[in-house]
């Protein structure tokens, strides 16, 4: 196992982590307006799963083995992937501008692929030890 899978990562240092950072403040802006109704349901959904994106980031880094670093690094690709959904489900509900969903849908995709250079790049240096 190399060093870099002994020592705890800067999650602040890694830019999947940023992108899905902005990506969640991005979120919670731009659901303010949603429907009050939608408080419990479309609301909190699509902010959980945007902060879970992030956070999911942050638990891998802290991990020891790059095997748990990608595990919660995929947990995060999934969580973006409801992020994705709700995005499109509040736009097809009416609840986000047509610019709001070109600005959140392009900061959805901008982290993926930001995600996935991470992912590859950990299972790289994982050698497929994982």
């Given at each position: ?56 980031i942050v638990e891998g ?70």
């Amino acid at each position: 196992m190399s060093s870099a899978a002994n020592k705890m990562r800067d999650y602040r240092k890694i830019v999947a982590w940023e992108k899905a950072d902005d990506l969640t403040v991005l979120i919670y802006n731009h659901s303010k307006e949603f429907p009050k109704e939608e408080m419990y349901a479309l609301t909190s959904q699509i902010r959980r799963a945007a902060y879970s994106v992030a956070a999911n980031i942050v638990e891998g880094a802290s991990r020891n083995t790059l095997k748990d670093y990608l595990h919660y690094l995929f947990m995060a690709r999934g969580s973006l992937a409801e992020t994705t959904y709700f995005i499109h489900l509040a736009h097809r509900l009416v609840y986000l501008s047509a610019e709001s969903y070109r600005l959140l849908t392009s900061a959805a995709e901008e982290t993926g692929r930001i995600l996935t250079g991470l992912i590859q790049s950990v299972q790289a240096e994982a050698g497929g030890r994982v």
